[in-house]
């Protein structure tokens, strides 16, 4: 009896403790804080490094201060970049890229933010927020995954394969983003508040990356 009593209070303390930590935005254990950082990928090396800050999925290649995200041959194949770091609170997330993939009806890119896990990303579903830049929306889409929530009206219009900044600031519940400095959204939702940040693609979209910045406040 006394075993049991001992054991349920462990259990509980635990359950509390998890709980705690969850409601101040903590990491999943074993999972860092992440930080402010800059990256110009000028090392071709740096993906594969076991020290780098990213985990990759898929077809991913890193030369020349670009990394290209996406396999045009092949339709399923689940490809992205992301932090190992988990984000706990505000942020400011700058990425300078552009989809380089024949228009195909789903062919583009997301800028991941919040993502709750690296797993089953994508035409799987994850867990968080996703701009996307996708020829089947006609433009600019602001979601919540999984399923497709959207946390905010699509902005109308023509994708191309230039190069253009895009710029997502999140303080709280609010979610406010930027094109090539105009402001095409400004939400809040309150489903996630935090997690990993990062940039996929699927049905054989592929993008060019040459610049990714966090800001931390």
């Known amino acids: 009896m006394r075993f049991r009593l001992y054991f349920l209070l462990i259990i509980s303390v635990a359950l509390l403790t ?7 935005g903590a990491p999943p254990a074993g999972v860092p804080i992440g930080k402010a950082f800059v990256d110009n990928f ?24 670009i990394v290209t995200v996406g396999n045009p041959k092949d339709n399923m194949e689940n490809t992205w970049i ?3 770091a988990f984000y706990t609170g505000d942020f400011t997330l700058e990425v300078r890229a552009r989809l380089i993939s024949e228009p195909r009806l789903w062919g583009g890119y997301g800028i991941w933010f919040r993502m709750q896990s690296l797993t089953g990303i994508y035409r799987d579903g994850g867990q968080g927020y996703v701009l996307g830049y996708v ?16 946390v905010a009206p699509r902005v109308r219009m023509n994708l191309d394969r230039n190069w253009h900044n895009i710029k997502i600031v999140v303080r709280g519940n609010r979610i406010t983003a930027y094109f090539d400095g105009k402001q095409v959204f400004d939400a809040q939702d309150s489903e996630y508040k935090e997690g990993h940040i990062g940039i996929g693609t699927c049905y054989r979209g592929v993008v060019e990356v040459d610049y990714v910045k966090v800001s931390v406040p």
């Open 18 to 24: 998890f709980g705690f930590n969850l409601a101040l």
């Open 82 to 84: 992301a932090t190992k």
């Open 42 to 65: 000028d090392n071709p090396k740096a993906l594969s490094d076991p020290k780098s800050r990213w985990q990759v999925s898929g077809t991913v290649v890193a030369g020349r201060g």
């Open 135 to 150: 020829y089947g929306d006609r433009g600019l889409t602001l979601q919540r995954w999984p399923g497709v929530h959207p």
